[in-house]
């Protein structure tokens, strides 16, 4: 029987290269010569391989992928390696056993005009799930206010719309002048906040965590996250509502994602996220937290305790795929808008899954 090969593209997988004879020949010679090794590619695998010329930041280039795709479509395996000849019952084999259709690829779609004569306050607006909140803000019309501790990562991003309507402010949210500076930079009207900006801990069980590392993840977590709602409030009060999303986390929902401060940072940013929504729902302010699963951001998490290490390692084996930063955006910025109007005080879990598994 005659079995048709969809050649290797830049939208093929992660996984669909690395399975292919030809392909991952040549993509784990590629990691190789840089000294890295396929398991780099775990939590991204079902990205299309194309992906990572934008999350890698320069280090895998739209040059290098066009070289890979060249390679493979003319079968050039890398000298030493050889690609297995597949027999036609293996082909077949394969072709059984591979699912019927490959998997959707969500692509982000603009509403155009969502966020139009609005204003709204991003922290953590230089990185990750914060620049690309702000981002989708910004490309749907709204005024952002977008916030950051790096002048430089602002700096980048401004550059990247030069269109849009964004003030950038370096500020500190744990600092009550920092917070005073970012609403008056919004002015006498804010739509809405999106709390971003957060810290990890170091993975430790409470018998281990030093003082140092509670109290500087509950006064960026927690602290920043209530300032920064206390600062707000009054103006949507005065203006009749608006929107207030926080970023909580997995380790909100269950106690094996992080280490014990983190984990109780993000449960307390849920408690705030209930209380205000509580409060002020009927005055027109609706408050929600989005708790994320995997991401691609710029945290990174450190394990400064052996037993932290084994304990939550062992419970990321059942992680879903991590998603890029604008796919968080999505849901928070949902939230944020009119099209959120009935939803108050709720934690949505946008991760993947996880939290059912």
Same mark, same amino acid.
């Given at each position: +029987? ?34 890295q ?71 982000e ?42 002048q ?23 600092d ?6 970012i ?42 996250? +209530?300032?920064? +709602? ?18 909580? $986390? ?14 109780? $940072? ?37 394990f ?11 419970? +990321? ?34 991760d ?6």
């Amino acid at each position: +029987m005659s079995t048709t090969i969809t050649p290797l593209s830049g939208d093929s997988s992660i996984a669909t290269w690395l399975d292919d004879p030809i392909g991952g020949a040549i993509l784990r010679d590629m990691l190789a010569q840089s000294g890295q090794s396929p398991d780099v590619f775990r939590p991204v695998k079902r990205l299309a391989i194309k992906r990572l010329v934008k999350m890698s930041k320069g280090a895998f280039s739209q040059e290098t992928l066009d070289e890979l795709v060249r390679r493979a479509a003319a079968g050039d395996v890398p000298a030493g390696t050889a690609a297995p000849a597949a027999s036609e019952d293996a082909a077949a084999e394969v072709a059984a056993s591979a699912p019927a259709a490959p998997l959707r690829e969500w692509t982000e779609r603009i509403d155009q005009g969502r966020f139009t004569g609005q204003t709204h306050i991003v922290t953590g607006a230089g990185s990750g799930i914060g620049r690309a909140t702000a981002s989708r803000i910004a490309r749907e019309g709204g005024r952002v206010i977008a916030v950051d501790v790096s002048q430089e990562r602002l700096d980048e991003f401004v550059a990247e719309h030069p269109t849009a309507d964004i003030v950038s402010l370096v500020a500190d949210i744990t600092d009550d002048a920092g917070v005073a500076r970012i609403v008056e930079a919004a002015g006498p009207t804010i739509d809405g906040l999106a709390n971003i900006a957060g810290i990890m801990d170091d993975m430790t069980p409470v018998a281990e965590v030093t003082d140092a590392v509670w109290q500087r993840v509950f006064r960026v977590n927690v602290d920043g996250t +209530m300032k920064l +709602m206390r600062a707000v409030v009054p103006t949507m009060l005065a203006q009749g509502g608006g929107s207030i999303v926080n970023t909580a $986390s997995e380790a909100a929902l269950r106690g094996s994602a992080a280490g014990v401060a983190y984990t109780a $940072s993000k449960h307390a940013v849920v408690g705030l996220t209930k209380s205000t929504a509580f409060m002020y729902g009927p005055s027109g302010i609706r408050v929600n937290a989005v708790a994320p699963g995997p991401t691609i951001t710029n945290i990174e998490a450190n394990f400064a305790s052996p037993l932290g290490a084994e304990r939550v390692r062992a419970a +990321m084996t059942i992680l879903p795929d991590a998603v890029e930063a604008d796919a968080l955006a999505a849901s928070i910025t949902f939230l944020l808008s009119d099209d959120g109007v009935n939803v108050n005080g709720a934690v949505l879990a946008s991760d993947g899954g996880w939290s059912v598994a």
